[in-house]
């Protein structure tokens, strides 16, 4: 087949761009649109390009129509605190046909030599808060909104192009409706009043400013050993937290703070958005918000978005309160299920689901290849 790879310039292309997986997954079950106005935000608007250099590229078959997409990132500060010399790729779709994938992953290697740059790894986003790695296992279960979702043949095709793993990350569906030994309520009590602990009550919260800043104080911290980790800027954490703040559940969401009124721990989790995004198909409107505003007033599916606890305060046990804070709950409003962030497969934190009910539900993958 006669391949042709044009870069992503202007707006008409970056529609193209965007939507080409639209199509892509028509006939797919499991895929979850995200929205489009969102996604060209991402791609356009994003603080991360204040530091990072995206170039995009779609590839054509002889009739012009669109058979991939690729973009590839160069993160300089996920270099330095890394110590490496990687460029980072997503948005990597296409075709079941091993060439066009080949084209588009050659395109990208190319740019990374250019830049002097020895590595290529993927699927990333700019940083860890974007979507992240290629399903590798449960393809027949439907992603949370913030997971990406790929046909079978996509690892298949990577690998033969010669890239390796880098991580794997787990996620698991677990009972949300079996509620909290009540001794664990009493261990709680103790380790609060031990600590000097207590549970943020969201609702009353006046300065969400200074949450959101607090917040991702203790997030860069948290997840400062993860794989492929850069700590968001402050102008990455103020558009995450004008985001996503203002949305945050009282009965979905836990944070402890310590003595000094610092987080010391916390869980964060949303409605499951997942099939009202599939009914959206990408656009918010005219119906699409509808799908979504009934999706958050009316759900028995959750998604475990976020769960960390500060350096100094892991390994205390300490994250057992949010976890009978959250499960306590989630029984009481009759939640039936939920579906944990991808966690690296290394990740000793992954215990702790250990004491529920569950089950896998899907594996991914970030690949890397010399260059």
């Not at 549970?199 to 997840?223: A, C, E, M, P, R």
């Not at 350096?311 to 029984?331: A, D, M, R, V, Y």
Request: hydrophobic share 35%; glycine share 6%.
């Amino acid at each position: 087949m006669n391949i042709e790879v044009k870069e992503v310039l202007s707006p008409s292309d970056i529609k193209r761009f965007i939507q080409f997986p639209h199509k892509l997954y028509k006939k797919s079950k499991q895929y979850v649109p995200v929205l489009d106005m969102d996604e060209k935000s991402v791609l356009t608007k994003s603080p991360s390009l204040e530091y990072c250099k995206l170039r995009m590229w779609m590839s054509y078959n002889s009739k012009g129509e669109i058979t991939g997409r690729i973009a590839a990132i160069y993160n300089p500060r996920s270099n330095e605190y890394h110590n490496e010399k990687r460029l980072r790729f997503g948005w990597f779709d296409f075709i079941e046909d091993f060439d066009v994938a080949k084209t588009l992953a050659e395109t990208a290697e190319a740019w990374g030599r250019e830049l002097g740059m020895e590595q290529i790894h993927g699927p990333l986003s700019f940083n860890t808060w974007g979507r992240q790695g290629m399903l590798i296992e449960g393809f027949e279960n439907i992603p949370p909104v913030n997971c990406l979702y790929n046909f079978p043949y996509y690892p298949q095709f990577i690998e033969k192009l010669g890239f390796g793993k880098q991580v794997d990350w787990i996620q698991i569906k677990l009972r949300a409706d079996g509620g909290v030994d009540p001794r664990l309520h009493r261990i709680n009590d103790l380790l609060i009043e031990k600590h000097g602990l207590q549970v943020l009550d969201i609702k009353k919260i006046k300065d969400i400013d200074g949450l959101v800043t607090k917040f991702f104080k203790s997030y860069n911290q948290s997840f400062r050993n993860i794989d492929n980790f850069v700590p968001l800027t402050d102008a990455e954490v103020r558009q995450i937290g004008k985001e996503y703040f203002p949305k945050l559940k009282p009965e979905l969401t836990s944070i402890v703070l310590d003595p000094e009124g610092n987080i010391a721990a916390f869980g964060i989790c949303f409605p499951s958005l997942s099939k009202a995004f599939q009914k959206a198909k990408g656009k918010l409107f005219p119906f699409g918000i509808f799908h979504i505003m009934k999706a958050l007033k009316k759900y028995d599916y959750i998604d475990f978005m976020l769960i960390g606890a500060a350096p100094e305060w892991q390994h205390k046990g300490i994250t057992s309160i949010f976890h009978t804070h959250l499960g306590s709950n989630l029984k009481d409003r009759g939640i039936t299920y939920g579906i944990t962030n991808p966690q690296a497969e290394t990740n000793s934190a992954f215990k702790v689901w250990e004491r529920y009910e569950f089950e896998p539900y899907m594996k991914r993958r970030c690949y890397i290849k010399n260059i």
